[in-house]
């Protein structure tokens, strides 16, 4: 059993810039990749970043290649997504999950989430 824990999100102009974190715990949480998804209202939630923690290949969405990094911290068992230049269209409930791979980008191949954390975005 893994659990994950996001914090970091909040209100930021167009622009601006946030940094998500994400606290795992549990047996054998170094085993996952860890992935970032966000949902907009209306929409089906999407992949944005994964990468894991042996190989540090990170994995991104076209829409926020070059804007947002996603890193982790070995040590503290937690996982970081820095935004940078963020849009409107960022505007979302974020979540950090735990899979198999990084490399995976679709929802269900995730099998642990966090309660997620709210980005908006004013324009």
């Known amino acids: 059993q893994v659990q994950l824990v996001e914090s970091g999100g909040g209100l930021v102009q167009a622009g601006g810039s946030l940094r998500l974190s994400c606290a795992g715990s549990?047996?054998?949480?170094?085993?996952?990749?860890m992935g970032w998804f966000r949902q907009a209202p209306g929409k089906e939630r999407e992949f944005v970043a994964a990468?894991?923690?042996?190989?540090?290949?990170?994995n991104y969405a076209d829409s926020v290649k070059g804007r947002f990094t996603i890193s982790r911290d070995n040590a503290k068992n937690t996982v970081y997504l820095q935004m940078n230049s963020l849009k409107s269209e960022d505007t979302a409930v974020y979540y950090c999950?735990?899979?198999?791979?990084?490399?995976?980008?679709?929802?269900?191949?995730?099998?642990?989430w966090g309660q997620g954390t709210q980005v908006t975005v004013s324009s």
């Open positions: 990468m894991g923690w042996s190989d540090g290949s990170p």
């Open positions: 999950a735990a899979g198999p791979d990084s490399r995976l980008r679709g929802v269900y191949e995730y099998g642990y």
């Open positions: 549990g047996r054998s949480f170094s085993r996952y990749a």
